[in-house]
Structures are given as C-alpha cells and as structure tokens.
C-alpha cells in the first residue's frame, strides 16, 4: 500500500513526460477534452462554438504537458501552429473571438462568455491564482476591456485585458508593409506562437493560410511566464459568443515542447462547411453581396468625387465621403424601410423627445433592432453630430444600449439600437397597469446605471456626458439590467476642456439649477439628474407631478421633506408595500437627495456615487447643510 502511494506520483510523472508534442491535421481520432458547444464533426473539424448567444466551448489536450522542471524553474520553450476560421452567420454581428489557453484545468468551469472569452468570470478576472495564459483573437472591441479595436490579436495573462495586443495583420516579407487580417472572414488563417523560455521571448506571428511564415512577428514581448505556468498545464482553445456570435472554429494544430513545431500539412486540413450560410439561409448571403457590393460602390464612386450623393425617388439617401470611416455601420434606408414594414404604426414602440421609435428585423437575418428615426432641420453641422452620435454608439458596456448602426436621410437620421426587449423603465415605474418591479431589481438596475454614468464619466477615453439620465432613458434588456440609452442629446468633451453649450437640452425636472445661469453642463449636472432617477425609482412617480397638491407636486422637495421630519421611507412607492430591505431604500432616497443637491459642489462623483451603493464607504452624516 505505502509503496503503491510512493510509486504514484513517479509514475504520474513519468507518464505526463512521455508526451511533449502532437500534430493534428485534422483531428479525427484526436485525444481532445471538449465542453460546452465544442463540437467536432465527422471530418475531423473542430468547432468551438456555433452562433447560439451567449455560449462558450472549451477544446483542451487530454493529457497536460510538463512546461517546467521544478516548480520554481524556468519555462521550458514550446511552439505552437494552428489555422483557425471564425465564421460570422451575418458579416457585421460576429462575435466575440477565441483564445489558444495554457491552463492548469482542462475544466474551466464557471466562466463567462462574452468578453470574457469563456476564460474568466467577473470575480476572477485578473486574479494571479488564475495561472492562465492566453493568446486571444478578439472580434470585438470592448473598451471595458481596453480593447484597442474590433480586429485584435492579444496575450492575456491571468486577465481578458490584454497585457499587449495588435491589430490583427502582418508584416510582408516582400515589401515590408504591413498587411492587415481580418479575422472575421470565412478565411482561415494560421499563426504560430513560440515562447523561448531561456530569454523569455514570446512571439506571435499570423498569415493567410498557404502563405510562408512572415519573419517579422505581429506580437513579440519579453515575459517572465515561470510563476504564471505551472508545472504540468492542459493546452487547448476557448471561444465564446454574446449578442453578437460567430462558429469559430480550428482546422488543424501542431504543438512541441522544446523544439521547432512541425508544420501542418494544409492541403490534409478538414474544409470548412462553405455552404452553411447559403444553404441554411440564403438571404443571408444575399444581404452579404449587397452589402459587399454596396462599399465597393461607394467606394468606387469616392475615388472620382468628394461629395457622393445618392438620390432615388423614394429612398433618398445622403453620402458624403467622410462616413467610409463609418461603412461598416451604415444601413441603406431600403434595408430599414423593410425591417420595419414600411415604417407601419404596428411596429411603432414610442414616441419621444427627438422622433419616433420602431421595431423591426433586420432584412435577411433573426437581428431585432429598435430603429430610431430623429428628424433635424438643418444640413449644417450634421456630419459632425452623426461622426460624432455613432462613435459614441461604439462604446460598449453592459449598462449602455449598443448602437449598430445608423442611416442618413434628407432631414433624417435614422439609427439602429440593440432591440431591448423589456422596454423602458418608467414603463413600469409609472404606469398603472405594467406589472411593477420588486426592490431587489431596481437596486439591482439603479447600480447597473450607476455603472453606466460612471463608464461614461471617467473610464472611457473621453468625458461623455449623457445629458438625459432619466427612467424613461433606462432601458432593461432581456435579463432586466438597466442601460442607459439616447446618446442623441450627448455631446463629447475633452478631458479638462470646459464644456459650453449655447441653449439647454435636456428634460425639465431633471436639469440641474446652476444650468440655467451658466448653460455649462458637466458631470456634475449629471450627477443631479442621477438623483433624481434615484428618486423616481424608490418613489415610483414623476419628478414634477403638476396635478398633485403643492407640497407634493416637486419630488425633491417631498423627499426633503420627509427627510427633516424623519419619515424619509415613507415616500417610498407604495406598490413596494413591506417587501424591501429598509437600508437599502434609505440609502437610495438619501443618495439622491445628495446627488440632486442645489451647489454642484456638494454632490458626489459616479465613482464615490458606486462606493457609497456597494457599501464600501458610508455616506455623510451631515448630509445636506
Ligand atoms: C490518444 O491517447 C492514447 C492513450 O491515452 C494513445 O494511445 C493514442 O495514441 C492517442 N492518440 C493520438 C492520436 O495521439
Ligand atoms: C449549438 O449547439 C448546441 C449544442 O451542440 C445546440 O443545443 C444548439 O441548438 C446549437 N445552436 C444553434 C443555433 O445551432
Ligand atoms: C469565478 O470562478 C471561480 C473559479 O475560478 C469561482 O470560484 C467563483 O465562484 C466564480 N465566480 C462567479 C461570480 O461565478
Ligand atoms: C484570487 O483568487 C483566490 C482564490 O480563488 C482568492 O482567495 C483571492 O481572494 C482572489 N484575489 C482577489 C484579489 O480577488
Ligand atoms: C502583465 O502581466 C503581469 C503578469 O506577468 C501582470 O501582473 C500585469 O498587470 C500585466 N500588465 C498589464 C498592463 O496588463
Ligand atoms: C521572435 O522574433 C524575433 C524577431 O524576429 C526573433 O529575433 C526571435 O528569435 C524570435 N523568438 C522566438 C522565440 O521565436
Ligand atoms: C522569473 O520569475 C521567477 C518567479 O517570479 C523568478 O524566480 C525568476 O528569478 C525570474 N527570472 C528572471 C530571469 O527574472
């Protein structure tokens, strides 16, 4: 028995050091641990998922490699080769990307899709006891992850965000320019990682398949791995998909520890299903071409003149050339009139400050879309507020309403918005016959918005203002997060410019005082009109309600009152009958008594607004003076 228990780990050793290389060409008959959506067909192809959303799939080596000595060892060198293919259904919604993974687990249980590329979850994310290494192929730019674009190559230590990344391309061997991939395409592409663990080098090199390995790496970066590899780790490949999906898939893949990596074999590689798209929906396909054919349109029709404009009887559109920078996201009216029947009433879903709102399905595809028609008089200056509207659309986070795209009409912007299936929330705030919300979901969605403000405050490149923060601008997507939406009114600011507006826009009721002396909107207006959404959220009614008696008409004034009386929860809306955690509610109606505060000076910012909602400081005592 004793002698069973000290021959073990010898033999556990001696058997994890007979392998240290494999070749795949293919991987019919491969020793290949899959979860998940991974999938391997009849031909040997690796699929790691399809284009269910918010999925993953996991493809590890069976048995771990020895990557080290002794446990504080330097790395033993290795090299890597794979082709790989991401294949969106539809050419502009692919997503998210996939990673290569060292790992010490061939289990990656309780991971996250999305950005997190089924790698990590939001509490583990970054944490050094992870010892995850990764080369990640990301399809999405998501700038909570600063990621730098929507076509990247990344090496991710212990973390989705990158330790360094590069756009996806290549350095030519020929001429020395640079090539750019597109990993979004149904090509396939092939790339090599090699790490030399005497030096610590890490490189990692891409090109088209067929094409020799360029000499110039896309990636190279001097990394101590020793105390992020373990000694024995499981190599394979993680993908996932959000709202945005692709099948991403892996063709053939070469591994050897110490040594050059064999070459794959190309013309034994599995084929990639190329019928899928057309077979399976074949207007698919068609809006592909049209698509396709559509920029090179335009972009033939730039080249002779500076100014295009595309004029048809009924669907009158205007082009000019500085919107190439924005093709990818522009939608021909035609695409927008069918999605919605024609702009019927029946898929009307509102009517707001700046036009009207419809629901509809994007041509040829599954992709429901909220579509925004905002009517402008003037020509002038519209280019600058579209550049502007749609860049600010990119920014992505999970509290903000993702803009796809936009089109431009005489008179007209129309823009496309991610379809939020549970509406807005003063929907169920205000009207009587919408099933009502319950108090941990509004907690719930008020610090999802709190997120949001202060994304868009201090974490993204630019300060953006919002301008509009108000419950009918939260929308709830389909697992009842909030998102703030209608950037229409946003305007983007420098960091440290001074911001000078010369009319005021925004919502009565939620304008800070100081704005109508100074016209200077600033975080700080922000952060008052975010009071006041506090406030409307815990007392379920308007912030000015005209038709109520005079001490109740303005909802900050109530609330203050009942504040100095000491009856503060008792403004709370009274559908929430006893179901509520009291400190939560008083915190919230206290939070946005601070927050709508008269002196700009006294409210606080987003980021202190989300430590005093999470509980990691208290909020002031002498609340207001
Ligand atoms: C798979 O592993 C088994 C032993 O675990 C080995 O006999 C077999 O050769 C391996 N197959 C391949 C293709 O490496
Ligand atoms: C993706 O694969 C999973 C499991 O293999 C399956 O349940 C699901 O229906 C597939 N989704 C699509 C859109 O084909
Ligand atoms: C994240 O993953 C770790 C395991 O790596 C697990 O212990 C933890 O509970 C997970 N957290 C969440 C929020 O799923
Ligand atoms: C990292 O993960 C370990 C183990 O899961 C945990 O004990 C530790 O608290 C985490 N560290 C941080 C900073 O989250
Ligand atoms: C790079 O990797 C190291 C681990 O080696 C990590 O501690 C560090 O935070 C990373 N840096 C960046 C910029 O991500
Ligand atoms: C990485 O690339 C550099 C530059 O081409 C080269 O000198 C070095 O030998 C490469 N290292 C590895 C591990 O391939
Ligand atoms: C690499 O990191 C390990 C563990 O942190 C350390 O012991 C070793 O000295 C480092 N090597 C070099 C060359 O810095």
Redesign the pocket.
């Known amino acids: 028995m004793l002698l069973k228990i000290l021959i073990w780990p010898f033999l556990l050793n001696l058997a994890l050091s007979t392998i240290s290389d494999f070749t795949y060409n293919g991987f019919k008959g491969a020793n290949l641990s899959l979860d998940g959506m991974a999938t391997l067909n009849s031909d040997g192809l690796l699929r790691l998922t399809n284009i269910s959303k918010h999925e993953q799939g996991h493809a590890f080596s069976t048995i771990p490699l020895q990557f080290k000595r002794s446990p504080m060892g330097t790395v033993i060198s290795f090299s890597t080769v794979f082709v790989f293919s991401i294949v969106p259904e539809y050419p502009m919604f692919g997503g998210h990307g996939f990673a290569f993974v060292l790992s010490p687990s061939m289990h990656l249980f309780q991971t996250l899709p999305i950005y997190y590329l089924g790698l990590f979850n939001s509490?583990?994310n970054g944490?050094s006891?992870n010892h995850i290494f990764a080369v990640e192929f990301d399809t999405i730019k998501d700038l909570e992850m600063a990621d730098i674009d929507d076509n990247h190559v990344g090496i991710d230590i212990n973390s989705v965000i990158s330790n360094k990344s590069a756009s996806a391309g290549f350095t030519s061997d020929d001429d020395g320019q640079f090539k750019k991939v597109k990993l979004l395409s149904d090509e396939p592409i092939q790339v090599w990682i090699e790490y030399d663990g005497l030096n610590m080098q890490l490189n990692v090199t891409l090109s088209s398949l067929g094409k020799p390995k360029p000499k110039i790496p896309l990636l190279s970066s001097t990394i101590n791995l020793s105390s992020i590899i373990l000694d024995h780790m499981y190599v394979g490949f993680s993908a996932s998909t959000g709202m945005a999906y692709s099948y991403h898939y892996i063709l053939g893949w070469s591994f050897m520890m110490n040594g050059k990596v064999p070459e794959l074999d190309i013309s034994s590689l599995p084929r990639l299903p190329r019928a899928m798209t057309s077979s399976k929906d074949k207007t698919g396909t068609i809006l592909m071409w049209l698509l396709l054919s559509l920029s090179v349109l335009v972009l033939m029709a730039a080249a002779g003149a500076r100014m295009i404009m595309v004029r048809k009887n009924r669907f009158s559109e205007l082009r000019e050339d500085w919107e190439l920078d924005f093709e990818l996201h522009r939608f021909s009216y035609k695409q927008l009139y069918n999605a919605t029947g024609g702009f019927k009433d029946e898929f009307l879903l509102g009517v707001g400050g700046f036009g009207r709102v419809y629901r509809g399905v994007l041509p040829g595809t599954e992709v429901e879309v909220a579509i925004k028609r905002v009517c402008h008089e003037s020509r002038q200056g519209v280019g600058e507020f579209v550049a502007e509207i749609v860049s600010l659309g990119q920014l992505q986070h999970r509290n903000l309403v993702p803009l796809l795209g936009y089109c431009r009409s005489e008179g007209e912007l129309i823009l496309v918005y991610e379809y939020m299936p549970n509406r807005s929330l003063d929907k169920y705030l205000f009207s009587e016959g919408e099933s009502t919300l319950g108090w941990s979901q509004r907690f719930w969605i008020i610090k999802g918005v709190a997120s949001g403000l202060l994304y868009l405050h201090e974490d993204c490149e630019r300060v953006v203002i919002h301008r509009d923060v108000k419950a009918s601008n939260v929308l709830l997507d389909g697992d009842m997060n909030g998102r703030l939406g209608d950037f229409g009114l946003a305007r983007l600011y420098d960091h440290g410019g001074v911001p000078l507006t010369t009319h005021l826009a925004g919502t009565v009721g939620y304008l800070a005082p100081e704005l109508s002396r100074t016209y200077r909107v600033t975080t700080n207006s922000d952060v008052f009109a975010f009071g006041v959404f506090l406030l409307e959220v815990a007392c379920g009614r308007r912030p000015i309600e005209p038709e109520k008696a005079e001490d109740l008409q303005v909802l900050i004034d109530w609330v203050l009152a009942n504040w100095r009386k000491g009856t503060i929860k008792e403004t709370r809306d009274e559908r929430l009958g006893e179901e509520y955690v009291a400190e939560e509610l008083e915190l919230v109606l206290k939070l946005g008594l601070l927050c709508s505060h008269p002196l700009p000076t006294a409210r606080p910012s987003m980021r202190r607004v989300i430590q005093l909602l999470h509980g990691d400081i208290l909020l002031p005592d002498p609340l207001l003076n």
């Open positions: 509490s583990n944490n006891s």
